[in-house]
T-cell receptor, first 113, second 112 residues
Framework: EAQVTQNPRYLITVTGKKLTVTCSQNMNHEYMSWYRQDPGLGLRQIYYSMNVEVTDKGDVPEGYKVSRKEKRNFPLILESPSPNQTSLYFC????????????FGPGTRLTVL | GENVEQHPSTLSVQEGDSAVIKCTYSDSASNYFPWYKQELGKRPQLIIDIRSNVGEKKDQRIAVTLNKTAKHFSLHITETQPEDSAVYFCAASNPSNYQLIWGAGTKLIIKP
C-alpha cells in the first residue's frame, strides 16, 4: 500500500530534550516536506527536500533540523525543543515538486512541557 | 512574497445547500491552486486543484473557479452532505521556489 508513515504519532517531552520524528514514504517520491499545523494558522512549512541530500528552509525553520540521506526517509530533528514547538506535525511527499499532489502522513502531535 | 488569505474561517450551512469558500493570493505569477480537505483527526487530502490556464474545474459536487485578474479562487460544494464537514485548506504556488503557500483553513459545518 502506497503511504507516508510518521513515528511517533504522539509525544510528550520536556524542554531541551532532543527528539526526532521519523517520516518514511514508499512511493519513490522525489519531494518531501515537513509542516506544522497550529489553530488559526493553517499549515506552515518547516523544511523541504527536492531530492537526496538537497534540503531547503521553509517559512518556519528556526529550531528544527532535517536530513535526507535516503530517498524514502526525511526525519525532523528538534535539538532543544521549547514549548512554542508544541504543535501537530505533518510530513508530506510528492512525485516531483511541491506543486504536485502532496500525500500527507498521519501526523505527530508533540507537546513540549 | 506570496500570501494567501482564506475566508470565511468558519462556515455553517444546511445539509443540501451549497457552500463557497474563497481565497485570494498576492503574486500574479502563481499558477497552481489546490484545495485540501482535512477531516477531524485525519491528514489533509487533495480534493481538487486548478492550474492558471483554466478558469473552472469540476468533479461531481465540487468545483473550483479561478479569476486571475482579481487574483482569487473559490471552492464550491453543491448539495452538501454530512461527510462534507471538515476543514478545507486552499493553497497557491510560490513562483520563487515552487512551494505551496497555504490559507489558514475554513471549518465547514453541515447542519442536519
Amino acid at each position: 500500500e502506497a503511504q507516508v508513515t510518521q513515528n511517533p504519532r504522539y509525544l510528550i517531552t520536556v524542554t531541551g530534550k532532543k527528539l526526532t520524528v521519523t517520516c518514511s514514504q514508499n512511493m519513490n517520491h522525489e519531494y518531501m516536506s515537513w509542516y506544522r499545523q497550529d489553530p488559526g494558522l493553517g499549515l506552515r512549512q518547516i523544511y523541504y527536500s527536492m531530492n537526496v541530500e538537497v534540503t531547503d528552509k521553509g517559512d518556519v525553520p528556526e529550531g528544527y533540523k532535517v536530513s535526507r540521506k535516503e530517498k524514502r526517509n526525511f526525519p525532523l530533528i528538534l535539538e532543544s525543543p521549547s514549548p512554542n514547538q508544541t504543535s501537530l506535525y505533518f510530513c508530506a511527499s510528492s512525485l516531483g515538486q511541491g506543486v504536485d499532489t502532496q500525500y500527507f502522513g498521519p501526523g505527530t502531535r508533540l507537546t513540549v512541557l | 512574497g506570496e500570501n494567501v488569505e482564506q475566508h470565511p474561517s468558519t462556515l455553517s450551512v444546511q445539509e443540501g445547500d451549497s457552500a463557497v469558500i474563497k481565497c485570494t493570493y498576492s503574486d500574479s505569477a502563481s499558477n497552481y491552486f489546490p484545495w485540501y480537505k482535512q477531516e477531524l483527526g485525519k491528514r489533509p487530502q487533495l480534493i481538487i486543484d486548478i492550474r492558471s490556464n483554466v478558469g473552472e474545474k469540476k468533479d461531481q459536487r465540487i468545483a473550483v473557479t479561478l479569476n486571475k485578474t482579481a487574483k482569487h479562487f473559490s471552492l464550491h460544494i453543491t448539495e452538501t452532505q454530512p461527510e462534507d464537514s471538515a476543514v478545507y485548506f486552499c493553497a497557491a504556488s510560490n513562483p520563487s521556489n515552487y512551494q505551496l503557500i497555504w490559507g489558514a483553513g475554513t471549518k465547514l459545518i453541515i447542519k442536519p
